[in-house]
């Protein structure tokens, strides 16, 4: 990556490198929260030159550090400070609302010497939509700035009638503040001696103070990694003998920490960084479901929050209806004065339904019925939004279109606007029915029917079964492909099939909507030539008309996009297909940087020698992150099913893995812990621990 970024809760922090915020970067660099640029410039120089950069290490995601030098100084012949001589370490973190940034300060020149580092601080409190270029608007000015011995404020009145307050402040006094926020402490350092001082700056909004007042940053930092701590405590312990896997989900485990944030109904995961550090509706939901079989009280945050902004009403400029699950939520000053409409925007076709699915597999994980009982007002209103709103028309189907000015266009995953695309190399036309979503509501409704049947209100559960079985016919008459022994994308505003070969079927295996027969034809084809690339399944197939291997959408390779697909077969017994895309995916992570798997990546042939990086892929970003835990599902061939007291196992190795522990996996009440072993070519389970008191049947 080409910056740093650090994030807690609701702030995150994006620099250079070197742990600069430039002004008028390309990246947008800057210290954010509420979708507002509280710090656009934080610049540090010494004897007002910018410090040689020797390395700069972003692995740790609660920590970020960085080691400079100053570089040669003279002046007028006489020697300032020979290069090399006075190391400088840059550690940052951010710990209930306050970044933290301590300098440390060491001479290595055989000498006393005498430098001065100089700070540059301003704040502009652009939304973010105005500093990536997506939004002008009306908005508010900058009121001034204001020092003090302790502090130094600038201050923002936003046309949303919020003041804003970036607020800098020091455990080591300046020895000069200039008003335009320079800063100066001079040093005077003996050979060997190390001096430190702490900066903390913390964005304030309508001067409260309550969840970021600074405390020692040795405190802070000593808390915040007890929080990580913590976090790797409720996971199960996983070890395997191929490294590369093992270091794709520490690394995956890890990311989902960072990404983490509470609005108020408990964690949940953010989209991603650095730009989708908010609610999304499917990002989130489909990231909560990845995490539950190590953390399904993500699951649980996920859904509160998804039921606290569901929707109300008819509102076109948000394309917002009664019932449905929000897609994005903003929190800036565009968003707040309307100028915008992510307050939330509900230009969502699928979150709807995959809400529905999140609470169905979080009661079979956790048998947690009680959640269901308190979320039901909301999850009859979903079912109402898919029969009332979500199909348009009555044909079954549930489709989109945009009714938003400032809107998306195509509201599945695959959002851009080239992504549904004829063969004939013609974009489709709303309204439009996706492949994936059609599962994803006959998966929704089967599962709310176990719900409606544990709860004793068997009438609404036959009612359901009836409408998903109405589906699954339907959806095999319209979208099966026989020509092509696979499913179309989607049907477009006629009702006519977009036939291009694409991944979006994949998603349907998890359904439990496909015929053995057929299932195995969709998965067939995803790990055939022309849909994997070595390195995964590629959004389209090679050789179709919108087919790019650099495209966001049509060709290039989405490590979640696998991860749904890959759940699905290893539900149904794919164990070779399942094997393929597992493999692929593990080789193409450890090309990436800190063994993580990127947001998405080019579409290229395994052949060409490497993975090929997408330009302005997020990194981390919570599906992508996600995925190596549905590997490790997916390896184990784990579902529980706790309403009926039993566990499904169907288990299997890569060729290149000889074993598997995961321990104190939990399932209901208690957890289970489940080793897998090689033995003459052939996969052994040992059950090492079982206190759910379920029965584990093994496929």
């Not at 349907?508 to 399944?537: N, P, Q, W, Y």
Request: proline residues 4%; negative net charge.
């Amino acid at each position: 990556m080409d910056y740093l970024v650090i994030k807690e809760n609701d702030l995150f922090l994006l620099s250079e490198p070197n742990g600069d915020i430039t002004q008028n970067h390309s990246y947008g660099l800057g210290l954010y929260t509420k979708d507002t640029r509280f710090l656009s410039k934080m610049e540090l120089k010494i004897n007002g030159e910018k410090p040689v950069l020797l390395s700069s290490d972003g692995s740790a995601n609660q920590v970020s550090r960085v080691l400079l030098t100053n570089p040669h100084m003279e002046r007028d012949g006489e020697l300032i400070l020979w290069r090399e001589s006075v190391q400088i370490e840059r550690e940052r973190f951010i710990y209930e609302g306050v970044l933290y940034e301590t300098i440390y300060l060491t001479n290595y020149y055989p000498k006393a010497v005498k430098f001065t580092i100089d700070l540059a601080f301003d704040a502009d409190f652009k939304d973010m939509f105005i500093v990536r270029g997506f939004q002008k608007g009306n908005v508010g000015a900058k009121t001034g700035q204001v020092y003090d011995e302790n502090s130094y404020e600038l201050n923002y009145s936003g046309s949303d009638d919020l003041e804003r307050t970036t607020r800098i402040s020091w455990d080591k006094s300046p020895d000069e503040v200039k008003e335009n926020g320079d800063f100066a402490y001079n040093f005077e350092l003996e050979h060997s001696q190390e001096q430190a001082f702490t900066i903390m700056v913390q964005p304030v909004i309508n001067g409260s103070y309550e969840i970021g007042i600074p405390i020692p940053a040795n405190e802070a930092l000593e808390k915040l990694t007890d929080s990580y701590s913590e976090w790797n405590r409720q996971a199960p312990l996983m070890k395997t003998d191929l490294t590369p896997l093992q270091q794709l989900v520490d690394r995956g485990w890890s990311d989902l920490r960072v990404l983490m944030t509470d609005i108020g109904h408990g964690g949940f995961p953010v989209a991603g960084l650095p730009w989708f550090g908010v609610p999304f509706g499917r990002d989130s939901l489909i990231a909560a479901l990845q995490m539950l079989s190590f953390n399904p009280e993500a699951a649980k945050g996920t859904l509160k929050t998804m039921a606290s902004t569901q929707g109300t009403k008819v509102d076109p400029w948000r394309d917002e209806q009664p019932g449905k699950i929000m897609h994005e939520m903003r929190f800036g000053e565009l968003a707040n004065t309307d100028q915008v409409p992510f307050t939330p925007y509900y230009g969502t076709i699928d979150a709807t339904p995959l809400y529905l699915i999140l609470l169905t597999e979080y009661v079979r994980w956790t048998g947690d019925l009680q959640l269901a009982e308190e979320l039901m007002d909301s999850v009859v209103k979903a079912l109402t939004w898919i029969d009332e709103f979500g199909d348009r028309d009555g044909d079954l189907f549930v489709e989109y279109h945009q009714e938003s000015s400032n809107g998306i266009a195509n509201q599945g995953w695959k959002d851009s606007g080239d992504s549904i695309v004829h063969r004939s190399g013609e974009y489709a036309e709303t309204p439009i029915a996706l492949a994936e979503v059609q599962g994803y509501v006959y998966q929704a409704k089967t599962g709310v029917a176990d719900l409606f049947e544990a709860l004793d209100l068997k009438d609404k559960a036959a009612a359901l079964r009836t409408q998903a079985e109405e589906l699954k016919q339907e959806f095999e008459n319209k979208f099966w492909m026989e020509e092509h022994q696979f499913y179309a994308i989607a049907l477009d505003r006629d009702k006519k099939q977009v036939g291009t070969i694409t991944s979006n079927p994949g998603h349907v295996l998890f359904s439990g909507m496909l015929e053995e027969e057929r299932a195995k034809a969709v998965a067939d084809m995803l790990t055939s030539e022309k849909m994997f690339s070595g390195f995964g399944i590629r959004t389209m197939g090679e050789g179709e008309a919108g087919y790019n291997p650099m495209s966001y959408h049509d060709g290039s390779i989405w490590p979640h996009d696998n991860s749904m697909t890959l759940i699905g077969m290893s539900k149904l017994n794919q164990h070779e297909q399942a094997k393929t895309v597992i493999s692929g995916l593990i080789k193409a992570a450890s090309q990436f940087e800190y063994e993580r798997l990127p947001e998405l990546f080019c579409g290229y042939s395994s052949s060409i020698g490497k993975a090929v990086k997408y330009p302005v892929a997020c990194s981390p970003q919570a599906w992508a992150a996600g995925t190596p835990l549905i590997i490790i599902q997916s390896l184990l061939g784990l579902f529980p099913d706790s309403l009926n007291k039993r566990i499904y196992l169907n288990p299997v190795l890569l060729e290149e893995m000889n074993e598997l522990l995961v321990s104190r996996i939990r399932v209901g009440k208690g957890h289970v812990s489940i080793r897998l072993v090689k033995e003459e070519g052939k996969t052994k389970t040992a059950i090492i621990e079982n206190t759910t008191g379920f029965e584990i049947i093994q496929k």
